[in-house]
């Protein structure tokens, strides 16, 4: 199986995704800013989502979800109004002014909250679930299991977009000291709500296409 498997144009194509600046990307700089270990847990629970597209790919869910109006609206409509809702939640951090000194019990709140919007954010997205079904059945080797393939494809998108996203969280932590600064985190929330806000509208006034 692996030396039917292409995998330098699967690599080729997965990593030229991974490395395209998104709201994803926005997230973990966001978080990381916060504290390395928000970023990190922002990171493991976009990179965990890729799990739910592919075998939501591989069971066709994707064929359905690309065939029905209905359906693909209203996942547009779910992952719109939750990046219009972090859009809002950045606002609101740039108007009140946010604070990054927490206590123990509000960091294990806020590591949760990095984890679960990661993680939503990435299964939300109808998008990338039609994307993984339009990118994944390429590489698929006839006689072998399509969910276990699309596992171990989902797997290879999961360690690099780790390993990308990882070293934003770690350069964003060298440079913390600098970005500490409250203009400098008004500038990240105002950019971070603006991104969320546009991505969300686009999303939701977009073709399928």
Request: glycine share 8%; proline share 3%.
């Amino acid at each position: 199986m692996l030396e039917l498997f292409p995998w330098t144009s699967f690599l080729v194509a997965i990593t030229l995704l991974t490395l395209t600046p998104g709201v994803d990307t926005m997230m973990v700089l966001r978080r990381s800013v916060s504290s390395q270990s928000q970023g990190l847990l922002a990171s493991f629970g976009i990179c965990l989502g890729l799990f739910v597209h592919g075998a939501l790919s591989a069971l066709g869910v994707a064929a359905i979800l690309a065939s029905s109006e209905q359906l693909f609206s209203f996942m547009k409509i779910l992952g719109s109004g939750y990046l219009i809702f972090l859009a809002l939640q950045a606002f609101k951090d740039l108007w009140i002014g946010r604070s990054l000194m927490l206590d123990s019990v509000a960091e294990q709140s806020a590591l949760r909250s990095a984890f679960y919007q990661g993680f939503l954010n990435n299964v939300f997205n109808p998008k990338t679930l039609l994307f993984y079904m339009a990118l994944l059945p390429q590489f698929l080797v006839p006689g072998f299991s399509p969910l276990l393939q699309s596992f171990m494809m989902a797997l290879i998108h999961f360690c690099i977009a780790m390993v990308w996203q990882g070293g934003l969280v770690f350069g964003v932590n060298r440079a913390r000291n600098l970005l500490l600064s409250k203009r400098v985190i008004r500038v990240l929330d105002g950019l971070s709500g603006s991104v969320y806000l546009l991505f969300g509208l686009r999303l939701m006034l977009g073709e399928r296409n």
